[in-house]
Structure formats: C-alpha cells, structure tokens
T-cell receptor, first 111, second 114 residues
C-alpha cells in the first residue's frame, strides 16, 4: 500500500539549531517526492521536490532534502533554522497523480 | 504570482444539508484536485479531474460527493447530504500540464457540520 511516514510529530528548536525531519515512503512505482510547508494561517506551499537525477535537492529558504532509495527515505534538512521557519511540514509522494501525504511535523522555533 | 483561491474560507452547516465549496484554479492549469484534512489527521486525496471528467477518486469520495467545472474558471466540490464526519479542511489544488509540474494548493475551506 502507498504510504508516507513522518516520525517526528512535534519538533522544538532554538534559532540557529540544525534541523532534520524524517520521511519514509512506501510506493511501488516511480517515486516523485515532495516537501510542502504550511505557515500559520497560510496554505500549503512547495518547499522542494525530487523527480530524478541528483538525489540531493535544494529548495527555497535554505532547505534541502536527500532521496535515499535504499532506505525509502526523503529527509528534510536545514543547517540553521530561523524563527520564521515555525510551520507544519508535510512530506508527500506522487502516486502517480495524487499526492499521498504524511501526518506532518509541527516545527516550533524559539528565538 | 498566480494563486489558487477558495471560497468560502469557513462554512458552517447543519447535518444533512448540501454544501458547495468553490475553487478557482490557476488559469492555465489543466488538472484539478480536492484534498481534505480532518483536524489532527493527515491531508487525504479525494478526487482528481481532467478534461471535464474525474480521473481518479478515493474511497472517501462516495456518492455524496461530486465535482464540477461549471465554467472556464471555477471548480466545485459538492457534498449532497453532509455528515458530522465531513467536518474538515478542504483544499483545492491544480497543476499545469506535466506530471512533474507542481500541484499548487489553495488556502482551504474549513467545513463545520453541526
């Protein structure tokens, strides 16, 4: 069955700390992977996506994610978070033309 | 930058009533979607729509649900007889053409069924 797992439900960090949010997927077809972010009161916005090629993808606002096929993972990273990164983060897989989302990770960054 | 818009932002209805949620996708987009998110749960796919017909629908999308593109700009989701468990945030999304194209999401409509 197609599924996406995000193991961190709530992450609390201080500014300048490094971030890594876990995402594992289960999908038998060609994998297209996404990270979306939802800032408080706003709609889902694309952070980055992976379709093929370099497994390390860079997105907006200094985020990056690495696709590791052998681990079925697509973890999101940022070396130094800011207060403005406080949001909910969703990992998703395209299966093949609908997005299957994880449960989301709520990130709170304190100054 | 073009955006997907949705109206209303919040809809309150009585159980058994019909509701229509409206979306205006980005103008040159060809593929349209509805998703929903029950409070505290994950975002779930409901239906995809292309060329004036449903491409795919989930198990959630039963006979109580329907979608329509009544004109060149709007894309609607109708729930014929709402149930308490239909209370959720409903998101519309659209993408341009290729499967690699990003799905852009609207701000959502919060539906509360009393």
């Amino acid at each position: 069955a197609q599924s996406v797992s995000q193991h961190n439900h709530h992450v609390i960090l201080s500014e300048a700390a490094s971030l890594e949010l876990g995402c594992n997927y289960s999908y038998g077809g060609t994998v297209n992977l996404f990270w979306y972010v939802q800032y408080p009161g706003q709609h889902l916005q694309l952070l980055l996506k992976y379709f093929s090629g370099d497994p390390l993808v860079k997105g907006i606002k200094g985020f990056e994610a690495e696709f590791i096929k052998s681990k079925f993972s697509f973890n999101l990273r940022k070396p130094s978070v800011q207060w403005s990164d406080t949001a909910e983060y969703f990992c998703a897989v395209n299966a093949p033309d609908k997005l299957i989302f994880g449960t989301g990770t709520r990130l709170q960054v304190f100054p | 930058e073009p955006e997907v818009t949705q109206t209303p932002s919040h809809q309150v209805t009585q159980m058994g009533q019909e509701v229509i949620l409206r979306c205006v996708p980005i103008s040159n987009h060809l593929y349209f979607y509805w998703y929903r998110q029950i409070l505290g749960q994950k975002v779930e796919f409901l239906v995809s729509f292309y060329n004036n017909e449903i491409s795919e629908k989930s198990e959630i999308f039963d006979d109580q649900f329907s979608v329509e593109r009544p004109d060149g700009s709007n894309f609607t989701l109708k729930i014929r007889s709402t149930k308490l468990e239909d209370s959720a945030m409903y998101f519309c999304a659209s993408r341009e053409r290729e499967i690699r194209d990003t799905q852009y999401f609207g701000p959502g409509t919060r539906l509360t069924v009393l």
